[in-house]
């Protein structure tokens, strides 16, 4: 059974190597083998044998070593759109003997970097420069690097990957609020709600005593006035929760680059946040993004793909928010132009009560507007140096 095994895995590993029009030469070879000596044409059988001759020689193109040590360096790993990504890609031949001309195959995301590389002396090396254009937000595995020796005709190939992928992190193209806060929090430790509490920070009434009160709330000026054992009650307070409901919904947005408006928008403001030190939740349809620091928020960003339909749109994100986050003091969404104002009522609805309430709808191309839609302020972007400002009206 052993045996076998080893037998398949060998079978298996001389099979990559052919290419298709490898295997479309073989069986041509195999049926003039076949027709020439038994038809008796000589013609078929030297037409056989020049064949074979040709993957013969095609063959000992794969013959060697490709040892090469590999070394893929990226200058940095994260790159906004539009930003190139600057690496090398280094090979080297620390064996004893030289080492034929080969291809070098460099996988980026969907997409591959093909580089020549000449004949390679014991303790030669040589490095070739590189540059990934990023065109639009993505988390591109690069590599692993393949080194790849084949024939002349393309009939055989042989392929060795060589060192680990590394993840290339394209941030959206995000703006910076400069000099302002977001100004939403009003307290000290978080937004007043509207429960009372026997200990906190907001002062709101006096009450009369109930067993269990904390004694160092009693006011003995009002006791003493009232004849009663008075306490203070407080407005509880939480803490500043910011949380941003980006919808990824593509019925909701006129095009993909509406859809990448919304996720920019939604980092802008989560960068802001996070400098702002809010505790800070990012929420698509598929779940929450990790948020712990600026570059975990960007890098979530980054993966940020287009929802299935039946993760539903705003009022159902909207949906989630109040319940993972139902004392959350700050609640943004982000969608399309596609979104009715029946809709957005009806997302603005579901979301916590007590939370201060901002919608920023994508509309690309369209000028900057504002409304109210219940409690909630609805700001229309149509580009994202339009948000500033259009925040800044807000919260004027």
């Not at 076998?4 to 295997?23: F, K, Q, S, T």
């Not at 080969?102 to 040589?126: D, I, M, Q, T």
């Not at 009663?228 to 919808?247: A, N, P």
């Not at 339909?309 to 949906?319: D, E, N, S, V, Y």
Request: aromatic share 6%; hydrophobic share 45%.
């Amino acid at each position: 059974m052993y045996l076998l095994e080893r037998a398949g895995h060998a079978l298996r590993r001389a099979a990559a190597v052919v290419r298709p029009i490898g295997w479309v030469l073989i069986a041509v070879a195999a049926l003039l083998w076949i027709v020439g000596p038994w038809m008796g044409w000589r013609e078929v059988t030297v037409a056989a044998v020049v064949v074979t001759v040709v993957l013969g020689l095609c063959l000992l193109f794969l013959v060697g070593r490709t040892t090469y040590d590999v070394t893929l360096d990226l200058t940095r790993t994260r790159v906004v759109v539009g930003e190139r990504a600057v690496g090398a890609l280094t090979l080297a031949n620390s064996g004893g003997r030289a080492i034929l001309p080969s291809r070098v195959v460099l996988p980026v995301g969907a997409g591959r970097g093909v580089f020549g590389v000449k004949h390679l002396a014991p303790g030669e090396e040589v490095e070739e420069l590189f540059a990934i254009p990023t065109v639009k937000r993505a988390v591109l595995p690069v590599g692993p690097v393949s080194i790849v020796r084949g024939d002349p005709l393309g009939l055989f190939e042989r392929v060795d990957s060589r060192d680990e992928p590394v993840d290339l992190y394209v941030h959206p193209r995000t703006v910076r609020f400069e000099g302002q806060s977001l100004g939403f929090v009003r307290d000290l430790e978080g937004m007043v709600s509207r429960e009372l509490a026997r200990d906190d920070i907001a002062f709101h009434a006096l009450s009369e005593y109930q067993p269990g009160d904390d004694l160092r709330h009693v006011h003995w000026r009002s006791t003493a006035r009232t004849g009663t054992i008075m306490v203070r009650t407080y407005e509880q307070t939480r803490r500043s929760h910011f949380v941003i409901g980006l919808s990824t919904n593509p019925a909701e947005y006129a095009d993909e680059d509406e859809l990448e408006l919304a996720v920019s928008a939604a980092g802008s403001l989560g960068l802001r946040a996070l400098r702002d030190s809010y505790k800070v939740d990012v929420r698509t349809q598929s779940g929450r993004l990790r948020t712990e620091s600026q570059k975990h928020l960007l890098d979530s960003l980054s993966g940020v793909e287009p929802s299935r339909p039946k993760a539903g749109g705003t009022t159902a994100l909207a949906g989630s928010i109040a319940a993972a986050a139902p004392a959350a003091s700050v609640v943004v969404l982000a969608c399309g132009s596609r979104v009715t104002a029946a809709e957005l009522q009806a997302a603005i609805s579901r979301l916590p009560l007590g939370s201060r309430v901002l919608a920023v709808v994508a509309a690309l191309g369209q000028e900057p507007g504002r409304r109210r839609i219940g409690e909630a302020d609805v700001i229309t972007v149509g580009d994202l140096d339009q948000l500033a400002p259009s925040l800044r009206r807000v919260l004027a």
